[in-house]
């Protein structure tokens, strides 16, 4: 019997569906999408989890239209703004990850006024994947370490590990991806490598409290190996 999950990894997925079966927009999808979010993340805390980490936007979406891409702009910076006061009363610590490129400066102050005000605190960790691609991160890292000088001969797993962009991130125990989809897109693969994943076919808006416990038992029933 394994004991509940320490750091949790959602895959957000089925907003534009959700909408678009109940004759909505694509930003209403989103909107439900980002309470479900807030939700989500209370759920954990009251449940022990220490890290909770969201796909919340990927480097192949700004392939998105015009629209739909400013709209999903014009909430991240709206929820930087907004809820730094939840992050603070809930003592949150705020981490983003992914690359900075494309996001206004505006949003990358608001980013950085976030993670400096959130990151004394220890209990929790709200880590948000923005702009963020899971080869885009380990070829950022092997970049980096041939950067540093680091002969090659003292290049190990702890070194890429280290320079990934959130350093020594602690692997996810469980992935859970909602909208009946089966696969990671891209979604931490260093740190996945010994995740346990679940699928769920609700799209992300329809998620339940309920939901998050029954994956959680699933979780508790399974035998971590880890290779060994």
Not at 1 to 8: C, E, I, R
Not at 40 to 68: M, Q
Not at 107 to 115: G, R, T, Y
Not at 176 to 191: A, C
Request: glycine share 8%.
């Amino acid at each position: 019997m394994t004991q509940g999950p320490h750091h949790v990894a959602m895959i957000m997925d089925g907003n534009r569906r959700w909408a678009k079966e109940r004759g909505l927009s694509t930003i209403d999808g989103h909107k439900a999408g980002y309470e479900t979010m807030k939700k989500v993340g209370d759920w954990c805390i009251d449940r022990g989890v220490k890290v909770l980490t969201v796909y919340a936007f990927s480097t192949e979406n700004w392939k998105r239209s015009e629209t739909e891409v400013n709209f999903l702009m014009l909430l991240l910076e709206t929820a930087l703004e907004k809820e730094i006061e939840y992050f603070l009363t809930r003592q949150i610590r705020l981490r983003i990850i992914g690359r900075r490129e494309g996001f206004s400066k505006k949003i990358l102050d608001l980013i950085d006024n976030a993670e400096k005000e959130t990151e004394h605190f220890q209990d929790f960790t709200f880590c948000i994947c923005l702009n963020y691609g899971g080869r885009q991160e380990i070829t950022d890292a092997v970049k980096a370490i041939v950067t540093s000088g680091i002969s090659v001969d003292e290049i190990t797993e702890d070194t890429v590990a280290s320079h990934l962009y959130w350093s020594n991130m602690p692997g996810p125990d469980l992935i859970i991806r909602t909208s009946g989809e089966e696969r990671l897109s891209g979604f931490l693969l260093w740190q996945a490598a010994y995740s346990e994943l679940m699928w769920m076919k609700k799209y992300w808006p329809d998620l339940e409290e309920r939901d998050v416990d029954a994956s959680f038992e699933r979780f508790a029933e399974r035998s971590r190996r880890f290779g060994k």
